[in-house]
Nanobody
Framework: QVQLVESGGGLVQAGGSLRLSCAAS????????MGWFRQAPGKEREFVAA????????RYASSVKGRFTISRDNAKNTVYLQMNSLKPEDTAVYYC?????????????????WGQGTQVTVSS
């Protein structure tokens, strides 16, 4: 069984930074794509960023491009999301997910496994 455990969320002031981590376990993840999504209260879960197994290709939502950076450490089966210049509208529960197909989808329906999420709150 696959387990994804997010950490690093918290409360931060606007303009601040946070680094989220997602540790994966339970199987090998060769050729997998790791992604981050977020869900604010009353809104649908939306794509934030994704990265291929090699780390050579990344994809970002336009709302976070230039502020967030996704990276991964395959030796640790961990993916990171560095979030800078945070805004109140970034407040949400952040989820990591795994796509086993090797593409870099932005649709949440194309991801196979999900973590439980970590809360990020940005105060104004």
């Amino acid at each position: 069984q696959v387990q994804l455990v997010e950490s690093g969320g918290g409360l931060v002031q606007a303009g601040g930074s946070l680094r989220l981590s997602c540790a994966a376990s339970g199987r090998t993840f060769g050729n997998s794509v790791m992604g981050w999504f977020r869900q604010a209260p009353g809104k649908e879960r939306e794509f934030v960023a994704a990265i291929t197994w090699s780390g050579s290709f990344t994809r970002y939502a336009s709302s976070v491009k230039g502020r967030f950076t996704i990276s991964r450490d395959n030796a640790k089966n961990t993916v990171y999301l560095q979030m800078n210049s945070l805004k109140p509208e970034d407040t949400a529960v952040y989820y990591c997910a795994v796509n086993l197909g090797g593409s870099i989808p932005a649709s949440r329906y194309e991801y196979d496994y999900w973590g439980q999420g970590t809360q990020v709150t940005v105060s104004s």
